[in-house]
Structures are given as C-alpha cells and as structure tokens.
C-alpha cells in the first residue's frame, strides 16, 4: 500500500508540473501575441495616417501610444488571484543568491531568482508574475532585434552623400558624442549633488553613473525625422549629415558607455579620478571600437569572396540565406569575442552594400533589401511599443522630479554643444557652409530612441541605474512625440528647401560640386585603389587585374580576375551606382556624343558635336540631364532622369543637348 501511495503522489506531481507547464506557456503565447495586435494596430494606423497625408505622427510614436495604452490595461485593469495557499516569508539566507536548492522531503528543487519585490505587493505574487512575463530579456534587444536595424542602417547607407559629408559626419558622431557625453554627465553631476542636499536621492549615485547616463542618451535615433525627410525629398546634404550622425553614433554611444563602465582606479574607493584608469578606459574604447570594426569588415569581406568564388547565384534561395546568416553572425561573434556587436555589424552591413551586393543575384539583391527593410520596420516598431508598455510594466521605476528636469535641460544643452561648436570649426574649411538652418534642424532633429532604451535596460539593478532608465523612457517619449511630430513644422520654420532631386541636386549646384572637390582627398585615395585593386578581387565588377597590375604579376592577375570581369556581365543596381558613376572606365553614350574616362580617372571623349577634353563637372552635368544611357564594359544601365529639366549648355565649347 505504501508503494501505490508513492506512486499516487508522483503521478499527481506530475499532472500538477504538466498543467503548469501548459499555463506557462499559454501565458507566453498571448503575451506574444499582444505585441503583434499592437504592430498590427500600428501598421493599419499608418496607412490610415498616410492616406490622410497626416504627418505630426509618426509610426513610431503611434506605437509608443498604443503600448502606454495596453501597459494600463495590464498594471492596473486585471487582476490574477493567487493559485497558492501559503507562502514561506522566512528564510535564514543574509544575501540573495541567483538559484536556490531546496530540499523538501528528500526531493531537491532549484528555484532562480526572478528579482526582488515590494514588500506592500506580497499578496500581489500572481499580478507581479504576469508583468514580469510582459518584461522580456534585455539580451532579447541585443542578440535579436538590434542587430537588423542597425545592418539595415550600413546595408541602405547612400554612400555617394555619405562620403562627400564624410569629414563632417565623423567630426559630429565621433567628437560631437564625447562632447555630448561629458556635456550631459557633469551637468547630471551637479545635479545629483543638489539632489543630496536637498535630500532628494535616495541611493548612491556616482560621477561614473552621470557619465553612463551621459553616454546613453547622446545616441540619437532620428527615425521619425528621416522617414519625413525621405517623404519630403528634403536638402540631400541635411540628410547625410543626419543620418551618417545617428548611424555612426549609435556605435560610438555603445563603446564609450562599455568603456566608462570599465573605469576602475585602483584602490577601495572606485569613483575616484586617476589618470591611469582614464587611460586605460581610453585604450579600451580604442581597441574595441577598432577590433569590432575589423571584424566587421573581415566577415562582409568573407560573405564577398564566398559570393565570388562559388556559385551561389544559381540558388537565389541559398544565396539569401546564406547573407542573412552571414550578416547576423558577424553581431553574434563580435560580442562573443568581447567586442560591440553593433560596430561590428554597421560596418559589415556597409561592406556588405559595397562588395557582396555585386556579386548576388538580381533576386538576391531585391531580396536582401527588401528582407532587412522588414525586419528593421518590425523590430524598430515592436521596441517602440514595448517602450509603451514598460512604462506601466517594469516594477523598479525610480521617479524623481529634480532628476527629470535636470536629465532634459542636460540633453539640450549637451546636444547644443555638440552642434553648434563643431558646424562653427566645420565650416572654416567648408565650401559648402553648414548654414545655420540647417544646424537648428540637427539640434532639434537629435531624438532618443532604439538604442538609448536598450542601454539603459540592459542594468536596471541598482537604484543609479532604475533612475537612468526611468528617465531615459521619458526622454524618448519627449524627443520621438514633441520633436518628431513638429518635424514639418520645423522644416517650415527654418525654409529648408524639400522636393529636391538627389541626382540632379548634388550635379546642378556649383556649390554641391564644390562639396565632391572637399572630399576628394580624404578618399580618392583610397576610392582608386578599391577601385583598381579591391573591386576586381572580390566582386565581378570594375576592371580586370590585368589591367591595372603591374605586367610582372599577369599570371596571379589572371588567375584571381573573375570571367566576368571581362565581359561584365554582372547588371549594376541603380543604388549602387552610388560610387559607380564616378568609376574608371565608363563610356558615356548621349546621341552621337560620347564621354569616357579611363581607369586612371583621365578623360577622354568622342564624337562630331563634342570637341575638347571633358571635365569632371562636364561628366556630372551629362548623368543629370535627359535620358541616359550608362555603358560600362558591355553592362548597359540605363538612369531614368526627370526630362523637364532646362536643356543643358556646354559654356565651354559652345555645345547645346
């Protein structure tokens, strides 16, 4: 009889496990499918609003509303009764360990530690568990929906504008976010010590903890100012500079915050300055940025040379496959290695535009762009909605009013002291001024979003870092709904200039011509050898080896120039003729006119009309007007052009088209 009781028991435990198991995940599923009624909510609202031409909202804002909206719903509309009758309050254990083992009755139990509760919400067990079940992992940030909006970012990156702004852009992400940085930190400094004083703060908070927060909120995140831009086909320059900031400062803002993170004087008091511990944080930013950039570039340059070796093209579906994993790889592996997985794969994301994208097929190419256009437009609306949500959800919010005051007026004028300064030092050596427009418009253009809440979540362990992240999520809501929404408005104000051809924009003005001139020796360097050396090697575009190495090394030109290189019979996307246009070697045909220039960038030309030597502003002034016909090696690329521009004049040789 004591043997059926046994097992009566244990079948009983095991109906018992069973059915919570089945609960268990009944709960994760509708909490799943909450945040997809939410993206679906979102989206049909956006068709709405874009039908309507209803433009103070964006996308993003809208789903911050609608997770306020279900955050409400979930903290304070329902209620879980509790499923147990007792619970032990007592327990003789003076620290909090991570698991516990239990020995009950013999049987031992491992129990983890979920986080701590308040002690006034101890009936309220179920209710804490539920939100808890709606609050996911920060690493599920990192590892899964990070990575594709930031690839996105390098992979759609209009690297013609991007470079012609590149001095600039570099100034305002790299020095610009320092800047920004200590800006905000020594402000939030002075802050938190008038907190004390007063008798406001309820914890520690150090200076290391200002600079943190200081990093975390100058990543700036202008989705919604950009969609708008995009829409409105604004100053190609403006955006450039815009969005080159926002992509490379999202990475910058990661490492410095790693970085300040690892400060550690030596000695009992850890908060202390010592330049040894300043130097060496340094390094560590150095080296970590450096490495995650080469491993980036390293595994875009791999997915090239696999690309280009095999033939993979014959298998669209494995092609894309394979550059998808590729891609998020290069995120997993940069963290695994102890580098920043962002900078890793921004940077793998810009290769990967620059070298594989020749190399993949035509459906693989519209494919892969359309992929990660998805998962970007997916994952940046699901952060935002769960943004929403966790303002009623996390059950650790530290409000305090003298912080929250001091965290905005801190990030204005940390933002301020980044844009103004550095477009002032900028335009001394500038053609094409910044003008002071379009440094109102970076200023208020500068929004918190994807990247600062996903810092900011990653430790919300002590009280220093449940008040960062407490308030950070009010300085997104502030930036993304005020900033965002008065985007037009602010356009208007300022008479920035929109419906504004990129192509013929940056050919028509002299002064956009000016800005090719700016840029040239900070790249064309470069630019030839990619050009002569790298493209052959590792994509079936650009000239053949053989041309453009010494004769002494024919037979390893021959041996590592693609077929194809010869024939070209690889078709070039419009968008990556970014660069190409100003590529050695192409044939320019309009009518019985033709322009060409060699691989070494001198100019030649044909044809009864033409006489003379083509200059390289001619050569821009021929791919902006009409219906071109782009010959390269055998590869026509035709560029539909906007016929109701004025014809064009040559002024020098008396020409007329």
């Known amino acids: 009889p004591s043997k059926i009781h046994k097992y009566s028991i244990f079948a009983m435990e095991n109906i018992v496990t069973e059915k919570k198991a089945e609960e268990s995940h009944r709960q994760d599923s509708a909490d799943l499918l909450i945040f997809i009624l939410l993206l679906t909510l979102t989206i049909l609202t956006i068709w709405l609003f874009k039908h309507r031409r209803f433009r103070f909202l964006h996308e993003t804002g809208l789903a911050m509303i609608y997770g306020l909206l279900v955050g409400v719903v979930l903290r304070y509309g329902i209620h879980v009764p509790r499923d147990i009758s007792n619970a032990t309050l007592g327990c003789p254990v003076n620290a909090s360990p991570a698991t516990l083992l239990i020995n009950v009755s013999g049987k031992f139990y491992e129990y983890t530690l979920k986080g701590e509760i308040n002690a006034n919400e101890v009936d309220n067990v179920q209710d804490n568990e539920m939100l808890r079940k709606v609050t996911f992992d920060p690493e599920v940030f990192f590892n899964i929906l990070l990575p594709p909006i930031i690839f996105h970012a390098g992979y759609s990156l209009k690297r013609r504008h991007f470079f012609r702004n590149m001095g600039s852009i570099l100034a305002y992400a790299f020095l610009g976010t320092v800047i920004s940085c200590f800006v905000i930190g020594l402000l939030m400094y002075g802050c938190v010590m008038l907190m004390k004083q007063v008798g406001q703060l309820g914890g520690d908070f150090f200076f290391t903890d200002c600079l943190f927060f200081g ?281 920035i200039r929109v419906g504004v051809d990129s192509d013929q924009d940056n050919s028509v003005s002299p002064e956009r011509r000016s800005t090719k001139q700016e840029s040239a020796w900070l790249f064309r360097i470069w630019y030839n050898f990619d050009h002569n050396y790298l493209k052959p090697i590792l994509t079936h575009s650009g000239p053949p080896l053989t041309a453009t190495l010494p004769p002494c090394c024919g037979p390893l030109a021959r041996f590592l120039t693609s077929p194809q290189a010869y024939e070209n019979e690889c078709q070039l996307k419009d968008d990556d003729s970014d660069l190409i246009l100003t590529d050695g070697d192409i044939n320019l045909t309009y009518g019985d006119i033709t322009v060409s220039t060699d691989a070494s960038g001198a100019h030649t030309s044909g044809g009864a009309a033409f006489a003379g030597a083509a200059t390289s502003d001619d050569l821009d002034r021929e791919l902006t007007y009409g219906d071109h016909e782009l010959v390269m090696r055998g590869t026509r690329l035709v560029l539909p052009m906007d016929d109701s521009e004025p014809p064009f004049t040559d002024l020098h040789h008396g020409m007329r088209m």
């Not at 040894?276 to 450096?290: D, E, N, R, Y």
Request: aromatic share 14%; hydrophobic share 50%.
């Open 215 to 495: 990093a975390i909120v100058s990543a700036t995140d202008p989705v919604t100012v950009l969609a708008i831009f995009n829409e409105l086909q604004v100053d190609v320059d403006l955006y450039a500079l815009l969005f080159g900031e926002s992509v490379l400062n999202d990475a910058v803002a990661l490492v410095l915050s790693s970085s300040i993170v690892a400060y550690q004087p030596q000695g009992d008091n850890s908060h202390t300055f010592e330049g040894t511990a300043m130097l060496k944080s340094f390094g560590i930013f150095l080296g970590v940025f450096s490495g995650s950039f080469a491993l980036g570039v390293a595994t875009g340059i791999v997915t090239a040379l696999i690309s280009f070796f095999t033939k993979l093209r014959d298998f669209q579906l494995l092609e894309t496959a394979l550059f998808f994993l590729m891609s998020w790889s290069t995120f997993l592996l940069a963290e695994a290695c102890g580098f920043t997985g962002v900078v890793a794969v921004l940077f793998c994301g810009i290769t990967q535009a620059h070298y594989t994208f020749n190399n993949l097929s035509p459906d693989s190419q519209d494919r892969t762009k359309q992929l990660f256009e998805l998962l970007n437009f997916l994952a940046e609306n699901f952060i935002f909605s769960y943004m929403g949500l966790t303002l009623f959800t996390f059950q650790n919010h530290v409000f305090n009013p003298m912080f929250i005051v001091g965290a905005f007026v801190a990030v204005f004028l940390g933002r301020a002291a980044n844009i103004y300064p550095l477009s002032f030092l900028l335009n001394l050596g500038r053609r094409n001024k910044i003008r002071s427009n379009f440094q109102h418009m970076m200023m208020f253009a500068g929004l918190r979003g994807a990247m600062t809440f996903a810092l900011s979540i990653r430790d919300t362990a002590t009280y220093a870092r449940q008040m960062m992240f407490s308030t950070t999520l009010l300085v997104v809501f502030f930036t993304v709904w005020i900033c965002g929404g008065g985007t037009t408005q602010m356009l208007s104000c300022q008479r």
